[in-house]
């Protein structure tokens, strides 16, 4: 995936991701050339007042899935939340389209964190890459596998050799992420990079799911510990449908990063870790959300 090229008396507008002519179409309220092109000015206009749906009709650049897997890795973070812990992000084809929030809603389509992502299928590393990174960080270290993207394979699909060479690249360090292929075939293969070492969590969309997912297996056969994605205005304090304890994440509650929290980097522990919906797509992700329990409950 490369830039595109800009011809002569045009230019590119870094929200469509369209060349224009400049700088007739680059033109803001006061007639002076601007940032955004006059066409992504007319979609945004009144963001705050729109629907979930009128949000979700604006086109967008969004994140291109590419063939191939290619990976970022960021020795010192700079993401806030994670608190300077190493990180990386993977091709956005690894994403399961299953995944309730692929076409839109997920953080990683917006602001910043879209940005970056965009980036890893131009300048990523290949996996051999990632893994000697991997192998080079101090035992015992804290690590974020996918701020964007999925465990290895296209899709729905999970490599098992890949996913195994991460493991062992990992031994001795704390290694965590998140995943939306939670298929039953894939249990077995999760469950084993747990009690391995890497702490993979299973990603659900309702508070439903979240049982479902827990009750994969005893409490030490799991096929991994659980997380949920709950609507912005949800409490501090819920349980599931069944009783079991969500702990929001303390990021969002006590200001904790994750090289201070560490929870989700803990494969048996009980508690399913809640994340409000947040970022410019929240409305739309607490819709989301609201009308997957419905269908879970059904």
């Given at each position: 995936m490369k830039r595109p090229a800009v011809p002569p008396g045009r230019r590119l507008c870094p929200q469509c991701y369209q060349t224009r002519a400049y700088p007739a179409e680059f033109l803001g309220k006061r007639g002076r050339p601007i940032n955004w092109c006059t066409t992504c000015q007319a979609n945004y206009r009144g963001w705050d007042k729109k629907t979930p749906e009128q949000r979700a009709a604006v086109p967008r650049r969004g994140v291109p899935v590419v063939p191939g897997l290619r990976v970022t890795f960021v020795r010192c973070s700079k993401n806030e939340k994670l608190g300077g812990i190493p990180a990386t992000s993977s091709s956005r084809s690894t994403c399961p389209p299953s995944c309730g929030f692929y076409e839109g809603g997920c953080y990683a389509l917006y602001g910043k964190t879209a940005h970056h992502w965009r980036q890893v299928d131009i300048a990523g590393g290949t996996w051999d890459q990632l893994l000697d990174r991997v192998r080079e960080l101090p035992e015992g270290q804290l690590w974020r596998h996918n701020v964007a993207g999925d465990l290895p394979g296209d899709g729905q699909e999970l490599d098992g050799d890949r996913l195994g060479e991460l493991v062992e690249a990992n031994r001795g360090r704390r290694g965590f992420t998140f995943t939306h292929k939670t298929d039953a075939r894939h249990h077995a293969a999760l469950q084993w990079a747990n009690v391995e070492g890497l702490t993979i969590n299973l990603s659900a969309e309702s508070l439903e799911a979240a049982d479902a997912l827990f009750q994969l297996g005893s409490d030490l056969t799991k096929a991994g510990p659980v997380a949920v994605v709950l609507p912005a205005d949800a409490p501090a304090r819920l349980k599931t449908p069944r009783g079991?304890?969500?702990?929001?994440?303390?990021?969002?509650?006590?200001?904790?990063?994750?090289?201070?929290?560490?929870?989700?980097?803990?494969?048996?522990?009980?508690?399913?870790?809640?994340?409000?919906?947040?970022?410019?797509?929240?409305a739309r992700v607490s819709e989301l959300v609201q009308l997957r329990r419905k269908a879970d409950a059904a």
């Open positions: 079991r304890t969500v702990v929001l994440c303390p990021w969002e509650t006590d200001g904790l990063t994750c090289a201070e929290c560490q929870l989700c980097a803990q494969p048996y522990r009980r508690a399913i870790v809640g994340f409000r919906a947040h970022g410019q797509s929240k």
